[in-house]
């Protein structure tokens, strides 16, 4: 196998990918991941360039550590902060006129992010957590990948949504007695917005 570090071959294989979805979504995200900056540290090998008939995408080496930010809504752009990097990223309706594509935050709910302080409650929360290794698997998209969440009016979260190395959502959850507030469908419009924004595809 292959590894592609070019970052023509890179850009070159997004759009090949691009044009099998939704076969290639999980290799898909992965490259798009890579070609924005790569926060997971991922690589992608291929049987054969240009003409390959496998591609694999996986962690690459030794994984960076360290605190690389959270995805926050700072007026009408999208910033997300990976060590070296800071990408602005307009994104229509979010906060304007049109809200969330429709969808506005209940009342005294409003549109924030999580922090390295609330992965005990994601790990107690996930279907999959509840030890060790889950809790850093949580740490590790927290720390590296957007996420939305829902923060009540003192600031705890209510509602959220993380995505993982593949660009898709991987913990989405609302605490009990929130639910059937249309929190979910709000975290959920936010996050496909940003997604969509930073040329990932969306969906339903």
Known sequence: MKILTCP??????????R???PLALPVFGAVLNINRGNPGNFEVLVDK??????VLARPSGEVASGDMGNCKRKGDTVPWHVPGKDWEVPVEGIGGAG?????????????GSL????????????????NARSRRYLAE???RFPQVCLQDSSGQPVAWVLTDHFG????????????????????LTVAAQRA??????TFG
């Open 168 to 187: 898709t959502g991987t913990h989405s959850y609302t605490l009990p007695e929130q639910r059937r507030q249309g929190h979910m469908q709000v975290a």
């Open 99 to 111: 809200g969330y594509w429709g969808r506005v935050p209940a009342p005294g709910v409003r549109v």
């Open 19 to 21: 044009k099998s979805l």
């Open 49 to 54: 360039w240009p003409e390959f008939g496998a």
């Open 196 to 201: 969509h924004a930073r040329g990932f595809p």
């Open 115 to 130: 922090s390295p302080s609330h992965v005990d409650l994601l790990n107690d929360t996930w279907p999959y957590g509840g």
């Open 141 to 143: 998209i927290l720390g």
């Open 8 to 17: 023509a071959h890179l850009q070159r294989l997004e759009g090949i990918l």
